[in-house]
């Protein structure tokens, strides 16, 4: 069976800004305005939104139903209020998850100083039912200087969450499920085939949209979609480390 790694690079996403509200989006799937019957969803995963907010800039209050909601600050810090009756504020390398279920409000905002970036993912929950729920996890709380690092398991949407970094010269196996959605934080990353399993002159996969070869640098994605015959490796591309997020779900 033939692998497919489906590479998207970051110029091609929608750019759903609003320059004046001081709001820049880049969204990865069809999002509001933006419609593309041919990339509605990967699986359960519906949304993959590049968020940046100046100082004071955010989403007014807005609503949201049977949306499993999973948000990663790369920079600056994020506020969150909700209906629900939560104010956190969101930090580099913290995990939030918001479960909207039968219907939840909130708010999010950059009431910092320095500009705010973050990664926010929507997912489709297996079922429709179940009350709003959230969660925080704090990046002290999770395991540091590991090469992957489960940070949130997702039942609801039979997916899970992985945090990768990767170091030059040292390969880490890609996580195994049915379906896989690479994201690169920063970082240059290059991935196939594990060395064992890739014959002398062999293409490392079946990439798409041109790519020459699996190979990522920030804001890139892939699409791992067909059982592979073999296990995917991935490391930093270059001479400095990566970092990246990768959701292995079950379809």
């Not at 519906?46 to 920079?75: K, M, Q, Y």
């Not at 969660?135 to 940070?151: A, G, M």
């Not at 920030?218 to 015959?229: L, Q, T, V």
Request: glycine share 10%; net charge negative.
């Amino acid at each position: 069976m033939v692998r497919v790694i489906d590479v998207r690079r970051s110029g091609d996403r929608y750019r759903g800004s609003e320059p004046p509200s001081g709001i820049s989006s880049l969204h990865a799937f069809s999002f509001g305005r933006y419609y593309d019957p041919d990339n509605l969803r990967f699986g359960p995963l519906l949304a993959c939104n590049e968020e940046r907010l100046a100082p004071g800039a955010g989403f007014d209050e807005h609503p949201h139903s049977h949306t499993e909601i999973v948000t990663w600050v790369t920079e600056g810090e994020l506020t969150h209020q909700d209906s629900t009756g939560h104010t956190t504020v969101v930090r580099p390398g913290d995990v939030q998850h918001l479960s909207a279920a039968s219907g939840v409000r909130h708010v999010e905002r950059n009431d910092g100083p320095t500009p705010l970036a973050f990664l926010q993912m929507w997912l489709a929950p297996l079922t429709w039912d179940g009350t709003p729920a959230y969660s925080l996890i704090r990046r002290e709380d999770l395991p540091q200087d590991h090469p992957d690092t489960v940070v949130l398991t997702l039942p609801a949407a039979a997916a899970t969450l992985h945090h990768l970094q990767l170091t030059p010269g040292r390969p880490q196996p890609l996580p195994e499920a049915p379906l896989r959605y690479v994201h690169v934080l920063n970082g240059e990353v290059r991935f196939g085939p594990a060395p064992a399993e890739a014959p002398s002159g062999a293409p490392e996969a079946d990439v798409r949209h041109g790519a020459p070869a699996a190979e990522l640098g920030p804001g890139d994605s892939a699409r791992i979609g067909a059982p592979a015959e073999g296990p995917l490796t991935l490391m930093a591309h270059g001479e400095t480390s990566a970092e990246l997020l990768v959701w292995a779900m079950e379809g």
